[in-house]
């Protein structure tokens, strides 16, 4: 049975995690607000951007000359995959839902016998993949957001990657996967193919009072200054880069988001530990007391 000494050391080093655990939820609480802020006021930029292309992408009839990022290389043979992850733990299963979500992906492409290349945005991608598939990284990203602020200047960096790698005839399909903040509880996994340009549902996500406006909205007819391949050729490269900054605003809000929950959950288990501890400590010092008045009792009446 360990000592008393022994109950009092374990209890101060877990009173010294709980400190630990509760600074740590308020700094995730503080930031969340920031990165929040920042996701929320990019959402409806993106939301715009990736509707009026797909308006119009449906006037676009896909031909020969058809912007290559919208029509794709036509064949189906290379995968670059974008994982999108936090440079740093200690929050809770973020990364490792992602990630899991990435092998299984990048798994599957690997069973029908297509290549596959990957680029790692955030440092536990990397060091959660490079045992299993280090030789398919071709790039890594650490530092983005690091300064509080995650910057567009930072993020196009990968889009432009994406464009030269596409250009330089290095894939034919790009999928990005990353975690989508929803709620301070939810950031569930989400994939999102780039190249070719996939024109998302005007109907998700929209309640039943918006499906009416939605669907004559998509019916109504546009005239287009340029031509319409003309407006796709210019803006697909910047959509790309929109969407990969929206997917890192997204993933750095709930990274902070699920470490605030994980800190939460890991002062209050702390709480409890101590108090089982205490309850413990408690009973073997009244376990030793009842010992020495026994061992005095005993003496006393030897005498």
């Not at 700094?27 to 308006?55: C, F, N």
């Not at 992906?105 to 596959?116: A, D, P």
């Not at 007391?289 to 030897?302: Q, V």
Request: hydrophobic share 40%; charged share 25%; aromatic share 6%.
């Amino acid at each position: 049975m360990p000592s008393l000494k022994d109950f009092r050391d374990r209890i101060a080093s877990v009173k010294s995690t709980r400190k630990i655990t509760s600074a740590m939820k308020m700094v995730a609480a503080s930031k969340l607000k920031k990165a929040q802020d920042q996701a929320e006021s990019a959402q409806p930029y993106a939301a715009a951007m990736a509707a009026m292309m797909a308006r119009v992408a449906a006037n676009v009839q896909t031909a020969p000359d058809t912007a290559n990022l919208m029509s794709g290389t036509g064949k189906d043979d290379t995968h670059l995959v974008i994982v999108v992850t936090s440079d740093r733990g200690l929050c809770g299963g973020f990364n490792g839902n992602l990630v899991r979500r990435a092998r299984l992906h990048i798994k599957e492409l690997l069973g029908q016998g297509k290549e596959v290349k990957i680029i790692c945005a955030g440092r536990k991608a990397y060091d959660l993949l490079k045992g299993e598939y280090g030789e398919r990284v071709i790039e890594r990203y650490t530092g983005i957001g690091a300064k509080g602020r995650v910057s567009f200047a930072d993020v196009d960096k990968i889009a432009q990657l994406v464009l030269r790698e596409f250009a330089d005839g290095g894939f034919d399909v790009c999928t990005m996967l990353y975690n989508e903040f929803r709620s301070v509880l939810a950031q569930p996994p989400k994939t999102q193919q780039l190249i070719p340009f996939s024109a998302p549902d005007p109907s998700a996500n929209d309640n039943k009072t918006n499906d009416a406006a939605k669907a004559e909205e998509q019916t109504l007819s546009y005239d287009f200054e340029p031509e319409e391949d003309e407006i796709m050729e210019l803006l697909l490269p910047k959509n790309l880069g929109i969407q990969i900054f929206r997917a890192m605003l997204d993933s750095a809000a709930g990274e902070q988001a699920a470490r605030m929950t994980a800190m939460d959950n890991a002062t209050r288990n702390a709480g409890d530990m101590i108090n089982g501890l205490t309850l413990k400590y408690n009973r073997a010092r009244q376990a030793y007391i009842t010992k020495e008045l026994i061992e005095i009792i005993s003496g006393a009446e030897a005498v």
